[in-house]
């Protein structure tokens, strides 16, 4: 299968701060890349849907000032959690498609701890 | 809005044992169903992708089957072993807004 690529995959940050994600698809053409978060001993949660050179549709209870995601180019998205607090501390996956009704392929999370 | 359920949500089986994991979705215009694997603290490991049209797949001791009429897949794992002890979450892509949407998962143990 195609490969996506999430990096950091782990990221200890103060409170306050702002953490940058990055996903990308190493070996094909992303359209559309979505992020979800995962809280302990829960499953993934989908936070936006983006689309290569438009705006991030977000999901309800998402806040998209928080959670800024840019998909600039069709291999590479970003989440920008801004202003990160402990209750941001997450598990946070990235998934990429070539065409909006094929598989999507994951990345492999970034673990991120807000103290 | 497309739901996901899956039953159990835990599981602990004898080493050796045959076992189904139940997954559930409510609108049954999708594009596929996928299966995954997770273990603790780590990513998501695909198993099994089933297109809209096709009612199964298999993979080693894995067998995913699809009935979208009625909204139901099943995982079979054949004579269970303490390593597929994990986390099995079911995922469905949906038609309208193209998102895969994911259950709760069934945490499964096998016991040695």
């Not at chain 2, 603790?40 to 992708?49: A, F, I, Q, R």
Request: aromatic share 10%.
């Amino acid at each position: 299968g195609a490969v996506v690529s999430q990096h950091p995959s782990w990221v200890i940050c103060k409170s306050g701060t702002s953490v940058k994600i990055e996903c990308r698809s190493l070996d094909f053409q992303a359209t559309t890349m979505f992020w979800y978060r995962q809280f302990p001993k829960q499953s993934l949660m989908l936070m936006a849907t983006s689309n290569e050179g438009s705006k991030a549709t977000y999901e309800q209870g998402v806040e998209k000032d928080k959670f800024l995601i840019n998909h600039a180019s069709l291999t590479l998205s970003t989440l920008t959690v801004t202003s990160a607090h402990p209750e941001d501390s997450s598990f946070y996956i990235c998934s990429a498609s070539s065409r909006r009704n094929t598989e999507a392929f994951f990345g492999q999370g970034t673990r991120l701890t807000v103290v | 809005k497309q739901e996901v359920t899956q039953i159990p949500a835990a599981l602990s089986v004898p080493e050796g044992e045959n076992l189904v994991l139940n997954c559930s979705f409510t609108d049954s215009a999708i594009y596929n169903l996928q299966w995954f694997r997770q273990d603790p603290g780590k990513g998501l490991t695909s198993l099994l992708l089933i297109q809209s049209s096709q009612r199964e797949q298999t993979s080693g001791r894995l067998n995913a089957s699809l009935d979208k009429s009625s909204g139901r897949s099943t995982l079979y794992i054949a004579a269970s072993q303490p390593g597929d002890s994990a986390t099995y979450l079911c995922a469905v892509k949906d038609t309208g807004g193209f998102k895969t949407i994911f259950g709760a998962g069934t945490r499964l143990f096998v016991k040695a």
